[in-house]
């Protein structure tokens, strides 16, 4: 029965993206396909790597390697590795040795990858909105980047007076997450936690720990890309 219902879901989203000509339908299907492989693979290697801090941190490494490769290629600047992994990293190491250095989150693997995990993740997505967004603003107002120029503004202050707005649009999920968490939306840790046996309290702390953690990451990931993207260290050519 679970594997008709995803079946449909996947025909739902292909068929919705095919009808309102929002993108090809075969989008969905690619998506679903990969993810279903990915987690099956993960599903297979998971018990082994969390026996080993060795294979634990190598996973991790793995995780953050594929954020920055999927980052640049959605930006659309598959060749400027280096600049991208600095921004997201700039987000994702603060944050991690904040919660794992105090002990808040404890040194085993079974707690790593996942704080990790999400962690890399939301700084991923919004390293790669922010890019994205900064980059357009730029093109689109190429007129008053010039204009800014011609008034005697060094290049990088009148990219960031164009691309600083825009790019920090990109925060927007990770604070309507935070601001509506219990009330709209009860995220996947709070939900995990009280599953396995964690009491309301325990697993509503863990979960405001992860969410504040992801919009710290996401906010100094944001700041250090749109800096870039006005340096010129991440632009298309």
Same mark, same amino acid.
């Given at each position: 029965?679970?594997?008709?219902?995803?079946?449909?879901?996947?025909?739902?989203?292909?068929?919705?993206?095919?009808?309102?000509?929002?993108?090809?339908?075969?989008?969905?299907?690619? +998506? $679903?396909? @990969? *993810? =279903?492989?990915? /987690?099956?693979?993960?599903?297979?290697?998971?018990? !082994?790597? &969390?026996?080993? #801090?060795?294979?634990?941190?190598?996973?991790?490494?793995?995780?953050?390697?594929?954020?920055?490769?999927?980052?640049?290629?959605?930006?659309?600047?598959?060749?400027?590795?280096?600049?991208?992994?600095?921004?997201?990293?700039?987000?994702?190491?603060?944050?991690?040795?904040?919660?794992?250095?105090?002990?808040?989150?404890?040194?085993?693997?079974?707690?790593?990858?996942?704080?990790?995990?999400?962690?890399?993740?939301?700084?991923?997505?919004?390293?790669?909105? +922010? $890019?994205? @967004? *900064? =980059?357009?603003? /730029?093109?689109?107002?190429?007129?008053?980047?010039? !204009?800014? &120029?011609?008034? #005697?503004?060094?290049?990088?202050?009148?990219?960031?007076?164009?691309?600083?707005?825009?790019?920090?649009?990109?925060?927007?999920?990770?604070?309507?997450?935070?601001?509506?968490?219990?009330?709209?939306?009860?995220?996947?840790?709070?939900?995990?936690?009280?599953?396995?046996?964690?009491?309301?309290?325990?697993?509503?702390?863990?979960?405001?720990?992860?969410?504040?953690?992801?919009?710290?990451?996401?906010?100094?990931?944001?700041?250090?890309?749109?800096?870039?993207? $006005?340096?010129?260290?991440?632009?298309?050519?």
């Amino acid at each position: 029965m679970l594997g008709v219902v995803l079946a449909a879901l996947v025909a739902l989203g292909a068929v919705v993206l095919w009808l309102g000509e929002l993108g090809k339908a075969r989008t969905v299907v690619l +998506a $679903a396909a @990969r *993810a =279903l492989v990915q /987690l099956a693979a993960v599903s297979l290697v998971i018990a !082994a790597i &969390l026996k080993s #801090g060795w294979l634990t941190a190598l996973f991790v490494v793995l995780m953050f390697g594929v954020a920055v490769i999927t980052s640049a290629h959605r930006i659309g600047v598959p060749g400027q590795l280096p600049p991208v992994a600095a921004a997201i990293a700039s987000g994702v190491l603060p944050v991690l040795a904040l919660v794992l250095g105090t002990g808040v989150v404890p040194w085993k693997p079974i707690a790593v990858v996942p704080i990790a995990g999400i962690v890399i993740g939301g700084t991923m997505t919004a390293t790669s909105q +922010a $890019a994205r @967004r *900064a =980059l357009d603003e /730029l093109r689109i107002r190429h007129g008053e980047y010039e !204009a800014a &120029l011609a008034l #005697g503004f060094l290049p990088r202050p009148a990219a960031l007076e164009i691309a600083r707005p825009s790019a920090g649009q990109a925060l927007i999920p990770a604070l309507d997450q935070t601001r509506t968490v219990g009330l709209v939306t009860l995220p996947g840790a709070y939900v995990g936690m009280l599953l396995g046996g964690a009491g309301p309290v325990e697993a509503g702390v863990t979960q405001l720990l992860v969410l504040i953690g992801l919009l710290a990451a996401e906010a100094v990931a944001v700041l250090v890309t749109v800096q870039f993207v $006005a340096a010129g260290l991440i632009a298309k050519h």
